[in-house]
């Protein structure tokens, strides 16, 4: 008896045929296994100071030494900083940057967002053009051009990119609010004296986050490489900062002999993406099984 309602079909289907409780019960699983990583990149970040064997920034080995030799798992660069070091600290940086971005951009959005979504009219329009303004033009292109004229710096970076990234999150909470205030217990809201901001706070908002917070965690994955492309550029940190893409573009010329130099902070950027990615799927499952 237990094992044929343990493969009794539910509501949610996979390829046109219901799916098994015990489809599900997998799937929940995978989904939060996978939004797991979120919080496994965050504590790798946070501790990276202690998971670090050397400074990032001094000398502590002969130059170039190869991986798993003179005492350096990922080997030393051409100066003799520990790579894994600075790849540790570069992961740090390139995370909570990414996070950074996204709470401005889901704090900035979600207020313009809301305040289009609730009052309408004249304000939804000119907050929505504002944003179709921000939408219409390239994203990179603007990014590079106010870095390039702040200067290079990673809080430079960060505005650059926070300034381009909120009117996502903008469109998404005024479409959220705009359904939500259309339904029937929005409107007994009103009925019953609610003032707006108070529907738009304890009725509106929150039905708009879940959509806000998927959207936020699959957008991590393509924010640490946009950081990482404009830190590529010279537009991130200065040296000697550990910052992944600068690591990498600074020692290009090492690719040929010494591979290790740049390649190990590339495959970090790749590795963090894709643990972020899987994260955000993750979310996003849990999110559609709530």
Do not use: C, K
């Not at 990014?143 to 970076?157: E, F, K, Q, R, S």
């Amino acid at each position: 008896m237990a094992v044929a309602e343990a493969f009794q079909p539910t509501v949610s289907r996979r390829f046109g045929r219901p799916r098994s409780r015990a489809e599900v019960t997998r799937g929940s699983r995978a989904s939060l296994a996978a939004a797991g990583l979120l919080v496994l990149i965050t504590v790798i970040a946070l501790a990276a100071p202690l998971l670090a064997p050397h400074s990032p920034l001094d000398p502590v080995g002969m130059p170039e030494s190869p991986p798993l030799s003179g005492g350096f798992l990922l080997g030393s660069d051409s100066v003799g900083r520990d790579v894994l070091s600075r790849v540790l600290y570069g992961i740090r940086a390139s995370w909570f940057a990414a996070l950074a971005v996204v709470a401005l951009g889901v704090l900035l959005g979600g207020v313009v967002g809301l305040v289009a979504g609730t009052l309408g009219g004249w304000v939804d329009n000119v907050l929505m053009r504002i944003t179709d303004g921000f939408l219409a033009l390239p994203a990179p292109i603007v990014a590079i051009a106010v870095v390039a004229a702040l200067g290079p710096g990673l809080l430079h970076t960060l505005v650059a990119v926070s300034i381009v990234w909120w009117p996502f999150y903008a469109r998404i909470v005024r479409g959220e609010v705009r359904t939500l205030a259309a339904r029937p217990h929005v409107e007994a809201a009103r009925l019953a004296g609610s003032g707006t901001w108070r529907i738009a706070v304890r009725h509106l908002l929150p039905g708009a986050v879940p959509a806000t917070v998927v959207t936020a965690s699959l957008d991590v994955g393509n924010l640490i490489l946009t950081l990482a492309g404009l830190s590529f550029l010279g537009l991130g940190q200065s040296a000697p900062a550990a910052e992944l893409g600068a690591d990498t573009s600074r020692n290009l010329t090492y690719l040929l002999y010494d591979w290790w130099i740049p390649v190990m902070p590339g495959i970090a950027v790749a590795l963090l993406a894709l643990g972020a990615n899987l994260a955000g799927d993750g979310i996003r499952g849990l999110m559609s099984r709530r």
